[in-house]
């Protein structure tokens, strides 16, 4: 994408963030796991599905120094855009791939390491950027397991929210909606452990998470 393109659209989306932020308030169950999380002082991976991130700014604004924020987003042409968005929206981006190989190579490793440090925070969609819908990918775990953090699952949803027509059917809250944020307990991606365990775990987590949500939302 023409870079002037991907900054406006950057700066649109994060504009637009900011704007839900100050019109739309946000209930949050489950604050009790993310100060016990905190209270580690190990590094946390918020996780949620993909197509959440306008739900979970509100959160995320009212709650952490977005400084201390890291998005994680893909590395590939399309950083440009998200890079844009983590910018405006005063958060900082660390594009890497999802693909597990990819994300081993020595230099990427000690990137991710560096950046997901004790008392910092960090955003992902485990279905990132491309799904399936609601499969967490290796990805994830891996970058908890090597930065030794806990991830936390996260589901979102608001009642009038719109939906766009795609694989994630991206959330876009409206102005004056409420958003219902849901925190389930934080999850330990130990060595010891098979990775698709944790990966069925987290997934298993997320989804109540989403369900809740929902439920909150439309009763």
Same mark, same amino acid.
């Given at each position: 994408?023409?870079?002037?393109?991907?900054?406006f659209?950057g700066?649109?989306?994060? /504009?637009?963030?900011?704007?839900?932020?100050? $019109?739309?308030?946000?209930?949050?169950?489950?604050?009790?796991?993310?100060? =016990? =999380?905190?209270? $580690? *002082?190990?590094?946390?991976?918020?996780? !949620?599905?993909?197509g959440q991130?306008?739900? @979970?700014?509100? =959160?995320? =604004?009212?709650?952490f120094?977005l *400084?201390?924020?890291?998005?994680? #987003?893909?590395?590939?042409?399309?950083?440009g855009?998200? *890079?844009? @968005?983590?910018y405006?929206? *005063?958060?900082?981006?660390?594009?890497? /791939?999802m693909?597990?190989?990819s #994300?081993? $190579?020595? /230099? !990427?490793l000690?990137?991710?390491?560096? %950046?997901?440090?004790p008392? %910092? @925070?960090s955003?992902? /969609?485990?279905?990132?950027?491309? &799904?399936?819908a609601?499969v967490? %990918?290796?990805?994830?775990?891996?970058?908890?397991r090597?930065?030794?953090?806990?991830?936390?699952?996260? &589901? !979102?949803?608001?009642?009038?929210?719109?939906?766009i027509n795609?694989?994630?059917?991206?959330?876009?809250?409206l102005p004056f909606?409420?958003?219902?944020?849901v925190?389930k307990?934080?999850?330990?991606?130990?060595? &010891?452990v098979?990775?698709?365990e944790?990966?069925a775990q987290?997934?298993e987590?997320l !989804?109540?998470?989403?369900?809740?949500?929902?439920v909150?939302?439309?009763e």
């Amino acid at each position: 994408m023409n870079p002037l393109l991907a900054r406006f659209f950057g700066w649109f989306l994060a /504009s637009y963030a900011k704007l839900i932020h100050r $019109t739309a308030p946000v209930t949050i169950e489950g604050w009790e796991h993310i100060e =016990a =999380a905190v209270a $580690t *002082g190990r590094p946390l991976i918020f996780a !949620n599905w993909h197509g959440q991130t306008h739900l @979970f700014y509100n =959160a995320f =604004a009212d709650h952490f120094d977005l *400084g201390d924020v890291y998005m994680i #987003m893909v590395g590939d042409d399309r950083q440009g855009v998200l *890079g844009y @968005f983590a910018y405006y929206a *005063g958060a900082l981006a660390l594009p890497v /791939s999802m693909d597990d190989s990819s #994300m081993a $190579t020595a /230099s !990427n490793l000690r990137n991710i390491i560096k %950046k997901l440090a004790p008392g %910092k @925070f960090s955003y992902i /969609s485990p279905d990132g950027p491309d &799904g399936p819908a609601r499969v967490a %990918k290796p990805g994830t775990v891996f970058m908890a397991r090597q930065a030794k953090a806990l991830i936390m699952p996260v &589901g !979102n949803a608001s009642r009038r929210a719109l939906h766009i027509n795609r694989w994630d059917q991206y959330w876009l809250p409206l102005p004056f909606d409420r958003i219902y944020t849901v925190c389930k307990p934080a999850i330990e991606a130990p060595r &010891g452990v098979a990775r698709k365990e944790v990966l069925a775990q987290l997934t298993e987590a997320l !989804n109540q998470a989403d369900e809740r949500a929902k439920v909150l939302a439309y009763e």
